[in-house]
T-cell receptor, first 109, second 114 residues
Framework: KQEVTQIPAALSVPEGENLVLNCSFT??????LQWFRQDPGKGLTSLLL?????REQTSGRLNASLDKSSGRSTLYIAASQPGDSATYLC????????FGTGTSLTVIP | GAVVSQHPSWVICKSGTSVKIECRSL??????MFWYRQFPKQSLMLMAT?????????EQGVEKDKFLINHASLTLSTLTVTSAHPEDSSFYIC??????????FGQGTRLTVV
């Protein structure tokens, strides 16, 4: 069974800092990796999709990488802003969608 | 990407009544939709996979008679919580996968059973 772990569970940083969120998985037989953002009481917003043949994707201040051999993915956020405060979830597509446990990010003005 | 609309955004109902939640894929024909449940400060739990024109596939531990799913068209799936009880109070979210296997989610429905 695929297990997806996100570290840290919570993170608080001052505005302007660069930060890295980590996601690890146990089964390398994955297809795609997706990072989401969830604001309190809201649905999920897709941030980045890395397909199985790719190693990373970038969108604005966000960069996500995927290393299947080590079972890890990272989400890099540059120059963090208070508006980045949310819960970040990673998810893998295998024979179903496997969600990580989430990282709650607070960016302090 | 696909646009997914969920309705209602929140609902309060009395114990014993039934509540229907709609999930619409506005710009993508979805033969499959997914229903999730999320408890406070926890990740999403897959409840069932909704298949257009056929029966839904439920995850282990999810009562199919309690959570009725109907996927009558390529753009609409509904989840009906029957005879709701306070323990059914939760956040319910639907999603679709587009042709690139990228997932898109509805805005969620907050159900409170009193």
């Amino acid at each position: 069974k695929q297990e997806v772990t996100q570290i840290p569970a919570a993170l608080s940083v001052p505005e302007g800092e660069n930060l890295v969120l980590n996601c690890s998985f146990t089964d390398s037989a994955i297809y795609n990796l997706q990072w989401f953002r969830q604001d309190p009481g809201k649905g999920l917003t897709s941030l980045l999709l890395i397909q199985s043949s790719q190693r990373e994707q970038t969108s604005g201040r966000l960069n996500a990488s995927l290393d299947k051999s080590s079972g890890r993915s990272t989400l890099y956020i540059a120059a963090s802003q208070p508006g980045d405060s949310a819960t970040y979830l990673c998810a893998f597509t295998g024979n179903q969608f496997y969600f990580g446990t989430g990282t709650s990010l607070t960016v302090i003005p | 990407g696909a646009v997914v609309s969920q309705h209602p955004s929140w609902v309060i109902c009395k114990s014993g009544t039934s509540v229907k939640i709609e999930c619409r894929s506005l710009d993508f024909q979805a033969t499959t939709m997914f229903w999730y449940r999320q408890f406070p400060k926890q990740s999403l739990m897959l409840m069932a996979t909704s298949n257009e024109g056929s029966k839904a596939t439920y995850e282990q531990g999810v009562e199919k008679d309690k959570f009725l799913i109907n996927h009558a068209s390529l753009t609409l799936s509904t989840l009906t919580v029957t005879s709701a009880h306070p323990e059914d109070s939760s956040f319910y979210i639907c999603s679709v996968w587009d042709s690139d296997t990228e997932a898109f989610f509805g805005q969620g429905t907050r159900l409170t059973v009193v």
